[in-house]
C-alpha cells in the first residue's frame, strides 16, 4: 500500500485535471459560439430550441465523471477506514478541549498535551497505523494536512481508520473544527521514525 499522502493525492490529481478538461470544453464552447454565432446585419435568430442528441451525449458525459469521482473517492477512503490490517500499530486518540490523549493499547505508552503544551506522538514509516479517534466533549477534528488527511472525532462514537506514512520526520496536526476559544492552538505532532527508533521511543516512554 502507498502511503496515504499518495493515495489521496492521486485522487486530487484526478479531480484537478478532470476539473481543467472541463473549463477548457467550457471556454471552447463558449468562444465559438461568440464567433460563429454573434449577431450580424441580415442574421436572423436561430429557432432551434433543444438539440436532443447533444444534450443527451453531454448528459451521459457528465454522469459518467461524476461515477468515475464517486467511485475513487469512496474506493480511496474505504482503503483508509475500519481495515484494521494484521500487523497495525494501534493507537487511541481522544480529543478535549484543548488538547489530545495518545494511547498506544498494550504498551503502557500514553502521551498526553494541550494548548500549553503540544503533545507529539511517534509512528513508525512504512507501516499500517490503525487509529481509534473520539472526543470526551465536543467535535473536534483529526487533520494532518502534509497527508491530506481528516477525521472528525465525535462525542459517544469512535472512527476507526489507518493511515500510512512515508518519509521520516515530522509531521505536523491540529484540530480543524471550531471548538471553543483556544481552538487554534490545539495542535499535535507526529514523528515518523524507522522501526528501530520507534521501538527506542516506545521504551523512553514507558
Excluded at 467550457?26 to 433543444?50: D, K, Q
Excluded at 493499547?105 to 511517534?122: C, I, L, M, T, Y
Excluded at 518519509?167 to 521514525?193: D, I, K, N, P, Y
Aim: hydrophobic share 45%.
Amino acid at each position: 500500500m502507498a502511503d496515504t499522502r499518495s493515495d489521496f493525492s492521486e485522487v486530487w490529481s484526478l479531480y484537478l485535471w478532470i476539473g481543467v478538461g472541463v473549463a477548457v470544453l467550457v471556454f471552447i464552447a463558449v468562444g465559438f459560439a461568440l464567433v460563429r454565432y454573434r449577431a450580424r446585419p441580415g442574421r436572423a435568430p436561430s429557432r432551434l430550441a433543444e438539440h436532443n442528441a447533444i444534450e443527451v451525449g453531454v448528459a451521459t458525459l457528465i454522469l459518467a465523471i461524476v461515477a468515475l469521482l464517486v467511485f475513487r473517492t469512496f474506493h480511496t477512503e474505504a482503503k483508509e477506514d475500519d481495515s484494521a490490517r494484521a500487523g497495525a500499530v494501534k493507537i487511541d486518540v481522544d480529543a478535549f478541549q484543548w488538547g489530545w490523549k495518545f494511547t498506544y493499547p498494550g504498551q503502557g505508552v500514553k502521551v498526553v498535551g494541550d494548548s500549553n503544551h503540544e503533545p507529539n506522538f511517534a509512528v513508525p514509516a512504512g507501516r499500517p497505523i490503525s487509529f481509534a479517534l473520539t472526543s470526551s466533549d465536543v467535535i473536534h477534528a483529526f487533520w494532518i494536512p502534509g497527508q491530506r488527511f481528516k477525521k472528525d472525532a465525535i462525542p459517544g462514537r469512535v472512527n476507526h481508520f489507518d493511515m500510512e506514512f512515508g518519509a521520516h520526520g515530522r509531521e505536523q496536526g491540529l484540530c480543524s473544527e471550531f471548538c471553543g476559544l483556544r481552538h487554534s492552538t490545539m495542535r499535535f505532532g507526529v514523528w515518523v521514525l524507522s522501526n528501530e527508533s520507534y521501538e527506542r521511543w516506545l521504551a523512553a516512554h514507558k
